[in-house]
């Protein structure tokens, strides 16, 4: 049979292999592989999603409603605010935005799946700057911040700080980013995604919009989402706290009306139900901390998360033990050759968790 002919396509993309999500998991397994809310959407979420525009109607393109609501939680004007369907949306349009062919974007590795192909979507060469590797589990995985100010050359038109980092967990310190910030030109779009800030609990870490670094920096762009410890992850949203104009420039290269009046109502509701969340995120943060603990005393070298998932240096075994793990019906996210990451889940993963972790531990012991 002879191929049909197929319309050309830029061969960069050709040979970009598509978004893989974690793996979708069976009635009975745990999927700790997304980084999801393992808790069930709050029931005044469900019952505001009753009152959305009827799905015959386009929604409020500006997300106004969100936006103000935003707005007067940061005490910013309404342009520093901009929202979009999920802050992995947000990262696309900046960088599209601030960077295109010949032009270079940093940014840590590993870290956030989704940072390479937006930059090869851009047409912008990605300079990927390796994270500090060190047997102190207090420094492993952490963004090596003076090398990625080392990196940046005239053509360096952004860079992504991710904090904590998806997938080693470690944050990156206020003092560490300020110094960052002071040793990057001014006119350097930088990117502060803190999709899992709500999880931080390590003293001195660097808090975008608490310390409101986006007025003293105008080149720094904070990102948050509602898909985390807010928990709504299905219907995409997140948003941009930054200066008006260079939101002005997210927002050009947006696709126009994609936040859903669905999202931008639960959204605004999980705003009201705030506390009720918190304590959810604080049930999760303490998961975490038996996590980590009882994984470092099986000999796992786990960096210091602060997020809502743990990471596992597996090494060459990674594919290996990935499948251990979904024989034992959990799924979780393998980075073939270097890590598995796990996001903290239901309670009962917990055990389960650590129980599969021992079981392939002790051939590891001696191994980075
Ligand atoms: C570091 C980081 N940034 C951004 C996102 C995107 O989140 P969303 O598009 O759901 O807001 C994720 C999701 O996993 C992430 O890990």
């Given at each position: 049979?002879?191929?049909p002919?197929?319309p050309r396509?830029?061969?960069e993309i050709?040979?970009?292999?598509p978004?893989?999500?974690?793996?979708?998991?069976g009635?009975?397994?745990?999927?700790?592989?997304s980084?999801?809310?393992?808790?069930?959407?709050?029931?005044?979420?469900?019952k505001?999603?009753?009152?959305?525009?009827?799905?015959?109607?386009?929604?409020?393109?500006?997300?106004?409603?969100l936006?103000?609501?935003?707005?007067?939680r940061y005490?910013?004007?309404?342009?520093?605010?901009h929202?979009?369907?999920?802050s992995?949306a947000?990262?696309?349009?900046?960088v599209?935005?601030?960077?295109s062919?010949?032009?270079?974007?940093?940014?840590a590795?590993?870290?956030?799946?989704?940072?390479?192909?937006?930059?090869?979507?851009s047409?912008?060469?990605?300079?990927?700057?390796?994270?500090?590797?060190?047997d102190?589990?207090?420094?492993?995985?952490r963004?090596?911040?003076?090398?990625m100010?080392?990196a940046?050359?005239?053509?360096?038109?952004a860079?992504?700080?991710?904090?904590?980092n998806?997938?080693?967990?470690p944050?990156?310190?206020s003092?560490?980013?300020?110094?960052?910030?002071n040793?990057v030109?001014?006119?350097c779009l930088?990117i502060?995604?803190?999709?899992?800030a709500e999880?931080v609990?390590?003293?001195?870490?660097?808090d975008g919009?608490?310390?409101?670094?986006?007025?003293?920096?105008?080149?720094?762009v904070?990102?948050?989402?509602?898909s985390k410890?807010?928990?709504l992850?299905?219907?995409?949203?997140g948003?941009?706290?930054g200066?008006a104009?260079?939101?002005?420039?997210?927002?050009?290269?947006?696709?126009?009306l994609?936040?859903t009046s669905?999202?931008?109502v639960?959204?605004?509701?999980s705003?009201d139900a705030?506390?009720?969340?918190?304590k959810r995120?604080a049930?999760?943060?303490?998961?975490?901390?038996?996590l980590?603990?009882a994984l470092?005393?099986?000999?796992?070298?786990?960096?210091?998360?602060?997020?809502n998932?743990?990471?596992?240096?597996?090494?060459?075994?990674t594919?290996?033990i990935?499948?251990v793990?979904?024989?034992?019906?959990?799924v979780?996210?393998?980075?073939?050759?270097?890590?598995?990451?796990?996001?903290v889940?239901?309670?009962?993963?917990?055990?389960?968790?650590?129980?599969?972790?021992?079981?392939?531990?002790?051939?590891?012991?001696?191994q980075?």
């Amino acid at each position: 049979m002879t191929e049909p002919i197929l319309p050309r396509i830029r061969p960069e993309i050709a040979a970009l292999a598509p978004y893989r999500q974690g793996k979708q998991a069976g009635p009975d397994a745990f999927k700790l592989s997304s980084n999801e809310n393992p808790f069930d959407p709050l029931p005044s979420v469900t019952k505001a999603l009753e009152g959305t525009t009827p799905i015959n109607r386009y929604p409020d393109a500006s997300a106004a409603r969100l936006r103000e609501r935003l707005a007067a939680r940061y005490g910013v004007g309404l342009d520093e605010v901009h929202v979009a369907s999920g802050s992995v949306a947000i990262l696309y349009q900046l960088v599209q935005a601030a960077a295109s062919v010949g032009d270079e974007v940093i940014y840590a590795w590993r870290s956030f799946e989704a940072y390479p192909g937006l930059v090869l979507v851009s047409g912008a060469t990605a300079v990927q700057i390796p994270l500090i590797e060190s047997d102190d589990l207090a420094l492993t995985g952490r963004h090596d911040l003076d090398a990625m100010a080392d990196a940046v050359t005239s053509r360096t038109r952004a860079i992504i700080v991710c904090t904590p980092n998806n997938p080693t967990g470690p944050i990156v310190t206020s003092a560490e980013f300020e110094a960052f910030v002071n040793r990057v030109p001014a006119d350097c779009l930088i990117i502060l995604d803190e999709a899992y800030a709500e999880f931080v609990r390590a003293q001195g870490a660097v808090d975008g919009l608490g310390e409101r670094v986006f007025e003293k920096h105008p080149n720094v762009v904070v990102l948050r989402t509602f898909s985390k410890a807010y928990g709504l992850a299905g219907l995409r949203v997140g948003y941009a706290i930054g200066h008006a104009k260079v939101l002005d420039a997210a927002r050009a290269t947006a696709v126009p009306l994609s936040v859903t009046s669905a999202a931008e109502v639960a959204a605004i509701a999980s705003l009201d139900a705030e506390g009720e969340l918190l304590k959810r995120v604080a049930v999760i943060v303490e998961r975490r901390g038996t996590l980590v603990e009882a994984l470092r005393g099986q000999g796992w070298a786990v960096p210091d998360s602060q997020s809502n998932f743990v990471w596992l240096p597996t090494g060459e075994r990674t594919d290996e033990i990935a499948g251990v793990f979904r024989d034992a019906d959990i799924v979780v996210r393998p980075f073939s050759g270097d890590g598995i990451r796990i996001s903290v889940g239901e309670h009962e993963s917990v055990e389960k968790v650590l129980q599969v972790a021992q079981s392939v531990v002790a051939p590891l012991q001696g191994q980075k």
